[in-house]
């Protein structure tokens, strides 16, 4: 091993003999070359050729800047997204709204995917999901529409249940999330509940105090419009309570313990004096009435019809979570649902967090 080391570095050194005087020879020629062109540039008699000479020099000098820059351009990854098809100003958004990781995998793909600007452009776009709803459309064989995948991965809808489920932060109060991967545990309990006026209930139900008054005032309202006496069916359940109320329900229409709203003192079940029965309160007057306007009292519907399509949950147009009457608003004037709501302005810092709190 020694031998050959000592073999390479002898050649090495004969082959710099040999180079050493010829690039010296070359310098020294450059040099003179060069001592030559300034004697004739700054020559008095061949001050003519100034300005011809120093805007040869600029231009090739520009030439050298322009090629070696269009050299590198190749490769960013703005030239690299383009290269897979995309126009280039879709490319420059592209790299300018994912980020280094995301782009770098969209490349590493090495495929046109026909969704990646529609996603990008869409309202409830969250940065750090791209991959995912690339991923779900791509396993889509039903055709769901964009926005339905939005909301869908926004909500979680694409990972497991089982495996992906997170503790509720119960810090955000009254805008806490609580549902099939958001679980509240078997000790959570409301610090303090108030009781409902024994007239609005079948049987003493409490809640959080502001959903107490915000209901009265509801009720009030509605009694006034349609002459109708809304009441309480249920409200705050304890985790043990809900393993009772998930055995005696029909499928779908109860959560198992831990994953119920109705744990949080946020949730109400409402139907009317005069139908006490859910589903003939949804065709009520007093039911319609209660659907268009509990949003102005901080509540919203929290599992809507349109909504049951897309993500799977039973409609429940009895069931009422208290929002607030911001987020209450917003979420009915754009037709989302709490879980998309809270994907978008609570979990992700989009500007649109900053605009309500
Ligand atoms: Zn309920």
């Known amino acids: 091993m020694r031998q050959r080391l000592d073999g390479i570095r002898r050649w090495l050194s004969r082959q710099w003999a040999v180079f050493k005087p010829w690039a010296l020879r070359q310098l020294k020629l450059s040099g003179k070359w060069i001592a030559h062109i300034w004697k004739i540039y700054t020559n008095r008699d061949n001050r003519w050729l100034t300005v011809p000479c120093t805007a040869a020099a600029l231009l ?5 800047v322009k090629s070696s820059q269009g050299i590198a351009y190749n490769f960013t990854r703005e030239c690299k997204v383009y290269k897979l098809g995309y126009p280039i100003e879709d490319a420059r958004t592209l790299v300018t709204v994912l980020n280094d990781a ?26 750090d999901n791209f991959d995912r709803y690339l991923a779900f459309h791509k396993a889509d064989t039903t055709g769901i529409a964009l926005d339905h995948i939005i909301a869908l991965v926004n909500i979680g809808a694409d990972r497991d249940r089982e495996t992906s489920a997170v503790p509720c932060d119960t810090t955000k109060g009254q805008l806490m999330l609580v549902n099939g991967r958001h679980y509240l545990d078997e ?41 109708a ?35 949080t003192g946020y949730a109400i079940d409402v139907t009317s004096r005069q139908h006490p029965m859910r589903w003939p309160f949804d065709k009520s007057e007093e039911g319609v009435w209660m659907r268009e306007h509990c949003h102005e009292y901080g509540f919203i519907l929290r599992y809507p019809k349109k909504q049951s399509q897309i993500f799977g949950f ?5 069931h009422l979570r208290y929002v ?13 649902t709490f879980d998309e709501y809270y994907a978008d ?10 605009t309500l709190n």
């Open 60 to 64: 090739v000098l520009l030439v050298i």
């Open 314 to 318: 039973a409609y429940e147009p009895w």
């Open 345 to 354: 302005d609570i979990d992700n810092n989009s500007p649109h967090a900053k």
């Open 324 to 336: 607030g009457i911001d987020v209450a608003k917003r979420s009915h004037g754009e037709d989302i």
């Open 229 to 263: 006496q809304l009441m309480i069916n249920s409200a705050y359940r304890s985790y043990n309570d809900q393993i009772g109320t998930y055995k005696r329900s029909k499928k779908g229409y109860a959560a198992t313990a831990g994953h119920s709203e109705h744990q």
């Open 102 to 127: 995301q782009a770098d995998s969209l490349i590493a793909r090495q495929e046109y995917d026909t969704i990646a600007i529609p996603v990008i452009k869409a309202r409830y776009f969250i940065t």
């Open 187 to 227: 000790h959570y309990k409301p610090h303090k509940l108030a009781t409902f006026d024994k007239n609005y209930c079948y049987e003493s139900q409490k809640a959080q105090r502001s959903v107490v008054d915000a209901f009265m005032t509801m009720q009030k309202a509605c009694k006034k419009e349609t002459g």
